[in-house]
Nanobody, 122 residues
Framework: QSQLAESGGGLVEAGSFRRLSCEVS????????AGWFRQAPGKEREFVAG???????YYSEAVKGRFTISRNNNQNTAYLEMNNLKLEDTAVYFC????????????????WGQGTQLIVSS
């Protein structure tokens, strides 16, 4: 039974730092890519970042230079470090995993978490 569990969301101030975590179970995590999507109210779910099983990273233009995705295979966990948070980063953040290299489309990912809500305030 595969599961992805996000944590680390909450209410934060603009300009601050926050790290999200995604704990993965039921998979040989080291063989899978991991990724993060987000969905703001009234908008479509969008790709944020991905990391392949070999450690190659990918970012959307909206977060490149501010966010960092990483993984710890021994802990079966993926992370998303977010710097200089902006109001437009407010969204529900979803963790995802797949055997193939990271994709920017929802259909490119097989396993999903329930999401964690991040609210950035001024």
């Amino acid at each position: 039974q595969s599961q992805l569990a996000e944590s680390g969301g909450g209410l934060v101030e603009a300009g601050s730092f926050r790290r999200l975590s995604c704990e993965v179970s039921g998979l040989r995590f080291e063989r899978y890519s991991a990724g993060w999507f987000r969905q703001a109210p009234g908008k479509e779910r969008e790709f944020v970042a991905g990391i392949s099983s070999s450690g190659a990273t990918y970012y959307s233009e909206a977060v490149k230079g501010r966010f960092t995705i990483s993984r710890n295979n021994n802990q079966n966990t993926a992370y998303l470090e977010m710097n200089n948070l902006k109001l437009e980063d407010t969204a529900v953040y979803f963790c995802t995993a797949d055997r193939l290299d990271p994709a920017q489309t929802i259909k490119g990912w097989s396993y999903w978490g329930q999401g964690t809500q991040l609210i950035v305030s001024s």
